[in-house]
């Protein structure tokens, strides 16, 4: 601790350092969508572990269509498996990250909102 011009006390830097370092063990979460195009205007909301998706430290949405693309040759009887069985293209949009409990109560917003204001939530069980 060290006393700044005012007078009141302040943290080391290595103090903030160990502080973040704590904040950034917890694993991140990423929330994205899947949306269809298709008249229905078909829409997914996800959150998953962001680890996975991450390109020189930051989630990119390029990756997660590359690695969600690959489920269309599982044997997963999933909406997105038949949507994509279909021929039907979907973007991806990325809504953020955070840890698991606010990334699930994120998406489940997210979900309750679409439902709310009229769009086809293809995994609103999920």
Same mark, same amino acid.
């Given at each position: 601790?060290?006393? &700044?011009?005012?007078?009141?006390?302040?943290?080391?830097?290595?103090?903030?350092?160990?502080?973040?370092?704590?904040?950034?063990?917890?694993?991140?979460?990423?929330?994205?969508?899947?949306?269809?195009?298709?008249?229905?205007?078909?829409?997914?909301? =996800? *959150?998953?572990?962001?680890? *996975?998706?991450?390109? &020189?430290?930051?989630?990119?949405?390029?990756?997660?269509?590359?690695?969600?693309?690959?489920?269309? &040759?599982?044997?997963?009887?999933? *909406?997105?498996?038949?949507?994509?069985?279909?021929?039907?293209?979907?973007?991806? &949009?990325?809504?953020?990250?955070?840890?698991?409990?606010?990334?699930?109560?994120?998406?489940?917003?997210?979900?309750?909102?679409?439902?709310?204001?009229?769009?086809?939530?293809?995994? =609103?069980?999920?």
């Amino acid at each position: 601790m060290f006393f &700044n011009l005012f007078g009141s006390k302040t943290s080391s830097s290595s103090e903030t350092t160990k502080g973040r370092k704590q904040m950034a063990k917890s694993t991140q979460y990423v929330v994205y969508t899947r949306e269809f195009k298709t008249r229905a205007k078909q829409i997914g909301v =996800f *959150a998953e572990p962001a680890r *996975a998706y991450t390109v &020189n430290g930051q989630v990119h949405g390029g990756k997660i269509k590359f690695k969600n693309l690959a489920v269309k &040759n599982t044997a997963r009887k999933t *909406a997105t498996n038949r949507l994509l069985s279909k021929g039907i293209d979907f973007n991806v &949009n990325v809504l953020g990250t955070a840890p698991q409990a606010s990334a699930l109560e994120m998406k489940s917003n997210i979900i309750s909102l679409l439902r709310k204001s009229g769009r086809k939530v293809i995994n =609103f069980s999920a």
